[in-house]
């Protein structure tokens, strides 16, 4: 197992950064270094900028003194549950210094607590370039803070498995996992009352399962498996997250070539909890930039 790490962390006062700030010691690792960066445009105010009372975006001397407010008490609140972190307050707009930032820093894990973080997750995993964490606009409360953390991966192809065991990696050793497939069928039907091809779908789906968990219990780790019989994929998936509540949901984002990229960005939106997106096993990052010139496009941005 990977020890020290690194996960870069991008926040920029919004709901969903509150989010990521309550929820973050849950899904990481305690033994991991967590950089965390507080990102403010100097172009334009955010919605909950103006509720706090902030009115001209070239103030920025106020804003910047609230940011490095809301730093500090986000980094104490991880340092009180056990995280090794730090941070810093950055001008630019959250996607581009999320982006180079993490060319720089080199992170295992990139996490968006910021608007519209879904959308950058989903982008920066098809890509190929890292694992990344999204937080929604439709997250749950969280459900509880003791216990080891609950991890639901979907599971749709034989590639889904050997992306899914980086998980064993950047996640908390005690985490429990449920791997999850969506059968063709009709949704609430008793077995009894399957078709033909309804158990036909359920038996492959069963033995998918099987050979995934076979994966991840080489590695120490034992998790239960769970299909689902729904014809629509997203919203068989989205109904037993629902009902689940999980500390975090794990998207490979295409270890097949078929898989839509509507259905991965349809998903991650809607998830009533925190998606992980993992790019396929076994894809290069693409080639960085030189450090000193990625310093210097995000001083110019």
């Excluded at 991008?10 to 690792?29: F, N, Q, T, W």
């Excluded at 955010?46 to 940011?67: C, F, I, M, N, V």
């Excluded at 992306?163 to 429990?176: G, N, S, V, Y």
Aim: hydrophobic share 40%; proline share 8%.
């Amino acid at each position: 197992m990977k020890s020290n790490v690194k996960v870069l962390v991008a926040l920029d006062g919004s709901p969903e950064s509150a989010s990521a700030v309550e929820r973050l010691p849950r899904i990481l690792r305690p033994d991991g270094e967590v950089m965390c960066l507080w990102v403010l445009d100097p172009e334009r105010l955010s919605a909950w900028e103006r509720e706090a009372g902030h009115r001209d975006p070239r103030r920025l001397r106020s804003r910047w003194k609230t940011a490095r407010g809301d730093l500090r008490r986000a980094l104490g609140t991880w340092r009180r549950q056990g995280l090794r972190c730090r941070g810093e307050v950055l001008l630019g707009s959250p996607e581009r210094v999320a982006r180079v930032e993490a060319d720089i820093e080199e992170p295992d894990l990139l996490v968006l607590g910021v608007a519209q973080g879904w959308r950058d997750a989903l982008r920066e995993a098809l890509g190929a370039r890292l694992p990344v964490v999204g937080f929604g606009p439709r997250l749950h409360p969280l459900r509880s803070v003791r216990g080891p953390a609950e991890v639901s991966v979907a599971v749709e192809h034989e590639g889904d498995a050997r992306t899914a065991i980086r998980l064993l990696e950047l996640l908390p050793a005690e985490a429990r996992y449920r791997l999850l497939h969506v059968a063709r069928g009709r949704p609430g039907v008793p077995p009894w009352e399957w078709s033909a091809r309804e158990r036909l779908a359920d038996a492959e789906a069963r033995d998918l399962l099987r050979c995934a968990a076979a994966s991840f219990e080489a590695r120490g780790a034992e998790p239960r498996l769970h299909v689902v019989h729904d014809d629509d994929v997203v919203r068989g998936l989205l109904d037993v997250l629902e009902q689940d509540l999980p500390d975090l949901f794990v998207l490979t984002s295409g270890s097949a070539p078929s898989r839509p990229a509507s259905r991965a960005r349809r998903l991650v939106r809607a998830s009533p909890v925190p998606t992980l997106v993992l790019p396929p096993a076994g894809v290069a990052r693409p080639e960085r930039l030189p450090r000193r010139l990625l310093r210097r496009l995000l001083q110019a941005a």
